[in-house]
């Protein structure tokens, strides 16, 4: 079951802890993003880079050292993961349905799932998977499933190689999963019965994702001292919370809704876990939300009127569109900013003119 809550305390205590870590470890990475900011980018497009030259290329992940990985569509029963390192873009070698790639840590291990099929048109089956060196190793299910485990996928892996997902039982039901030592390990708090996954984990061991126990459901943390709810008590006026990222102070990144109880958001700004990160500097009737971050004030993802998402950054507070820092777009919208590198790089995604998704690299001029 669930411990306790996160407090508006510990959440305001957990903002203050973060900034004394960044202003005494990490001061040459908000160093750097800070001076990129002053600088244009050149805009990478590797939408047209790829092999085979097929659009709807989509981005999921960067690590630290500028390496991409994403995936493409390939035809109507295959999908292949790819990998951007130095300059070129390679496939990742699949089997008949291909795989999907969702993850990269810092050594340049990746995580996702092995496709061994199709449910229906849109929706793949597989089982969690990581390559090492390019070499596919398949993820054993956990012990103590209540029925015996049929598919499942990595989400996140951190730079010790703990790896974190789900996997589907009979029905389709989801078990929180994470992966270390060569183990599977369902996460503490789920119940026969209840449903789960786990999206996202940080250097620190710390994981994210939601759980339902006993028809009762949301977002939940876990860390070595247990598991909690996540709740937005400190937040006046929102309904929910969607988790986007989690970084390496422990904020939890994403977007707050503001509408009814069942989600529909009227009003929705970037968050990063805190109050005091809380809406910064979107206004009006705007959608945002925040993936990523690079030292103690730098934040990256998106803003959104209407359907016209646009690539944000938020550097000290103060919010940035990302095609005002690129010398030429080379005709796309920028949607979405997912991730920096240490060196102050950004990756996200985009689209054209016929609306077919380009994942790009900004390049600091």
């Known amino acids: 079951m669930l411990q306790r809550t996160i407090s508006r305390r510990?959440?305001?205590?957990?903002?203050?802890?973060?900034?004394?870590?960044?202003?005494?470890?990490?001061?040459?990475?908000?160093?750097?993003?800070?001076?990129a900011l002053a600088d244009q980018y050149e805009l990478i497009d590797l939408g047209v880079t790829g092999p085979e030259a097929?659009?709807?290329?989509?981005?999921?992940?960067?690590?630290?050292?500028?390496v991409l990985v994403g995936n493409m569509y390939i035809d109507a029963e295959k999908d292949s993961p790819w990998v951007f390192r130095d300059g070129t873009m390679s496939r990742i070698k699949t089997g008949e349905y291909g795989a999907r790639v969702s993850c990269i840590n810092g050594a340049g291990v990746m995580g996702?799932?092995?496709?061994?099929?199709?449910?229906?048109?849109?929706?793949?089956?597989?089982?969690?998977?990581?390559?090492?060196?390019?070499?596919k190793e398949v993820l054993p299910f956990p012990d103590g499933l209540p029925s015996p485990g049929e598919e499942g996928r990595v989400f996140d892996i951190n730079d010790e190689g703990v790896a974190v997902g789900d996997v589907s039982i009979a029905?389709?039901?989801?078990?929180?999963?994470?992966?270390?030592?060569?183990?599977?390990?369902?996460?503490?708090?789920?119940?026969?019965?209840?449903?789960?996954?786990a999206r996202f984990i940080n250097n620190n061991g710390m994981v994210v994702g939601d759980l339902t126990v006993e028809g009762r459901g949301g977002g939940v943390v876990w860390t070595e001292f247990g598991i909690e709810s996540f709740t937005i008590d400190g937040i006046e006026g929102a309904t929910m919370f969607g988790f986007l990222g989690l970084?390496?102070?422990?904020?939890?990144?994403?977007?707050?809704?503001?509408?009814?109880?069942?989600?529909?958001?009227?009003?929705?700004?970037?968050?990063?876990?805190?109050?005091?990160?809380?809406?910064?500097?979107?206004?009006?009737?705007?959608?945002?939300?925040?993936?990523?971050?690079?030292?103690?004030?730098?934040?990256?993802?998106?803003?959104?009127?209407?359907?016209?998402?646009?690539?944000?950054?938020?550097?000290?507070g103060v919010?940035?569109?990302?095609?005002?820092?690129?010398?030429?777009?080379?005709?796309?919208?920028?949607?979405?900013?997912?991730?920096f590198s240490d060196d102050g790089w950004m990756a996200g995604n985009a689209i054209d003119k016929d609306g077919a998704r380009h994942p790009f690299l900004l390049m600091p001029a």
Not at 54 to 66: C, H, K, V
Not at 254 to 275: K, L, Q, Y
Not at 322 to 338: C, E, F, P
Request: aromatic share 8%; net charge negative; glycine share 18%.
């Open 10 to 35: 510990r959440l305001v205590a957990m903002a203050g802890a973060s900034a004394l870590g960044a202003a005494i470890g990490t001061g040459l990475k908000i160093q750097r993003a800070s001076a």
């Open 54 to 66: 097929r659009a709807n290329l989509g981005l999921n992940d960067m690590n630290a050292s500028g």
């Open 112 to 135: 996702g799932r092995d496709l061994r099929g199709w449910h229906t048109e849109e929706q793949p089956w597989g089982f969690p998977v990581l390559w090492i060196d390019g070499e």
């Open 171 to 197: 029905g389709g039901t989801t078990v929180p999963v994470i992966w270390r030592d060569g183990r599977a390990e369902i996460l503490p708090g789920y119940e026969p019965g209840g449903r789960g996954g």
């Open 247 to 316: 970084d390496e102070f422990d904020r939890i990144l994403g977007t707050v809704n503001f509408g009814d109880a069942n989600g529909t958001a009227a009003h929705s700004n970037g968050n990063g876990g805190v109050p005091t990160l809380f809406a910064p500097g979107v206004e009006g009737e705007t959608f945002a939300g925040v993936y990523c971050s690079l030292g103690a004030n730098l934040f990256g993802g998106y803003s959104s009127t209407g359907d016209k998402a646009q690539a944000y950054v938020w550097d000290n």
């Open 319 to 339: 919010p940035i569109e990302v095609r005002s820092l690129v010398k030429n777009t080379r005709g796309l919208r920028l949607t979405t900013l997912n991730r």
